[in-house]
């Protein structure tokens, strides 16, 4: 009776530790992989009840287990632990699009530093948004909803059932979250067009005025002043953002 209980714990393993390596929070590159081990084997351990009462009504805990049913089974799991990663990853998609679209106008995009999912490198401004983004989503506990629909989908997808996954429109998400990112960077986008608008009339008045040396810093206040006096619209349209998404994906179930 051993055999049952270790394909169910390799199952969950499957689908717990692949929703980690995609996690955007704890899956970077610049998070230690015992880190990410420990948090696999942690929510295993946790949702292993779960796993093994959906594997108490499968075919997979009766009978003699092919490896192609069992590479099929991983598969699954597999498939199933990234999809929910990916869909933890779009609530700070609009945080970095903003962020990447205010850097382009204000012309701050050479300044790429490490970015607060660690999976590469991004502009301050998307780097500082997605931290904002990121200390919102954890003090509103929405990391906490997502650990309740991983639980979940033990019970709804359960393994050694049939090839069954979520039926979510993630392309439709994927679109969702670049237009919230955009309707994020619009208000410090249109003070950027001001301010041009306003050198273009100050280089046509006084042609000998160094459109170069004037606008360039001067680009860069104005974003900075209007980040810092935006801030409250800022994090209210993350959160609006966020509701948005839980809604969509429908995480509130």
């Not at 295993?44 to 192609?68: P, Y």
């Not at 392309?171 to 960077?185: D, F, I, K, P, R």
């Not at 935006?230 to 509130?252: E, I, K, R």
Request: aromatic share 10%; glycine share 8%.
């Amino acid at each position: 009776m051993i055999e049952p209980f270790v394909l169910a714990f390799v199952l969950t393993l499957a689908r717990v530790g692949t929703f980690v390596h995609f996690l955007p929070l704890l899956g970077g590159s610049n998070v230690p992989r015992t880190v990410k081990i420990g948090l696999s084997m942690a929510l295993t351990v946790l949702f292993f009840e779960d796993s093994m009462l959906a594997l108490a009504e499968s075919r997979l805990a009766f009978g003699t287990l092919t490896w192609f049913a069992f590479a099929l089974a991983m598969t699954r799991e597999v498939l199933l632990g990234g999809i929910f990663g990916f869909a933890l990853g779009l609530f700070l998609v609009p945080a970095r699009v903003a962020g990447e679209f205010i850097a382009q106008e204000s012309g701050l995009t050479f300044a790429n530093v490490v970015t607060a999912s660690g999976d590469g490198s991004a502009s301050p401004f998307a780097t500082l948004l997605e931290l904002l983004a990121s200390l919102a989503f954890f003090t509103l506990d929405l990391h906490h909803i997502f650990l309740t629909v991983l639980q979940e989908t033990f019970r709804h997808y359960p393994i050694g059932h049939a090839f069954a996954l979520p039926r979510w429109d993630l392309v439709h998400a994927g679109s969702v979250v670049q237009e919230m990112g955009l309707l994020l960077a619009a208000p410090v986008a249109l003070c950027l067009f001001l301010t041009t608008v306003v050198l273009a009339l100050l280089t046509r008045a006084a042609p000998q005025l160094n459109l170069y040396s004037i606008g360039f810093p001067l680009r860069v206040l104005v974003c900075l002043g209007a980040m810092l006096l935006l801030l409250p619209q800022l994090l209210n349209g993350l959160v609006g953002g966020f509701a948005q998404l839980v809604t969509l994906l429908q995480l509130a179930r």
